[in-house]
């Protein structure tokens, strides 16, 4: 069983998900992870902006949408949705503030039970942790970097691997993981940062571990 959770979110992040958090098929369907829960809910240590809403089953879009006009009405945000297959994003405007919110279908079995954020379900640290390793592999950013950068303070590179090959039967070799860790050197700047982090240092950190990584593979 997961634990409750303290959080720090933005003022219109912490609104909306009070509001989305009264709604039953929401609440039974969906769970928070992504960067922004990874933040707010444990390590407090970058801003992230956009609240990902991931179901483990394929969700009733009408439903979705039913409930976000509700939700803008009451926030008086105007909003605009855009439909990717099994992916609803909505861009909403708050006075002078933005904010994107992702209804995704995510069809993998969580490592461990989610923790709660009152009646909400949040993905726990070490499901967010392993799904940011596998997200490097994906794109280049710089968030996921400094997300990993911070997590791997908790747990080893092998760590993370063992649980992308259990959770997402993947097996992302040493080699490649070091491949992917170099390319760090394609940043150029840092999300905005709550705790002190250097992009030298991110860059730093990184260009080591893809050593070590290779440092097996690699004949005398």
């Known amino acids: 069983m997961g634990q409750n959770l ?3 979110f933005t003022k219109h992040q ?8 009264q709604e039953p098929y929401i609440v039974e369907t969906f769970y928070l992870t992504g960067g922004t829960a990874l933040s707010a809910c444990y ?21 979705v949408i039913a409930v976000m006009a509700k939700i803008c009405t ?4 105007k909003s605009e949705l855009t439909r990717i297959e099994d992916l609803y994003r909505y861009d909403l405007t708050l006075s002078h503030d933005k904010l994107k919110i992702d209804f995704s279908w995510y069809d993998f079995i969580p490592l461990e039970a989610p923790n709660k954020l009152g009646s909400l379900a949040v993905d726990t640290l070490a499901d967010i942790a ?14 996921d ?8 303070k908790k747990w080893t590179v ?17 080699l490649y993981l070091s491949s992917l860790f170099a390319k760090i050197t394609e940043l150029t ?3 905005v940062m709550k705790k002190k982090l250097t992009l030298k240092e991110l860059k730093v950190f990184f260009l080591d571990e893809a050593k070590r990584l290779a440092a097996p593979m690699i004949k005398p």
């Open 43 to 63: 390590l407090n240590h970058r801003l992230s902006e956009d609240i990902d809403l991931f179901s483990q089953k394929a969700f009733i879009g009408e439903k």
């Open 14 to 21: 912490k609104r909306f998900l009070d509001l989305i958090a």
């Open 189 to 191: 700047e840092l999300p």
């Open 130 to 143: 392993v799904n940011k390793l596998l997200s490097i592999s994906q794109r280049t950013a710089s968030k």
């Open 158 to 174: 092998w760590d993370l691997r063992h649980g992308v090959e259990h959770k997402f039967k993947l097996d992302l070799e040493p």
């Open 74 to 77: 009451k926030l008086k945000a």
């Open 6 to 8: 303290n959080a720090h």
């Open 145 to 152: 970097y400094v997300d990993l950068y911070f997590i791997l």
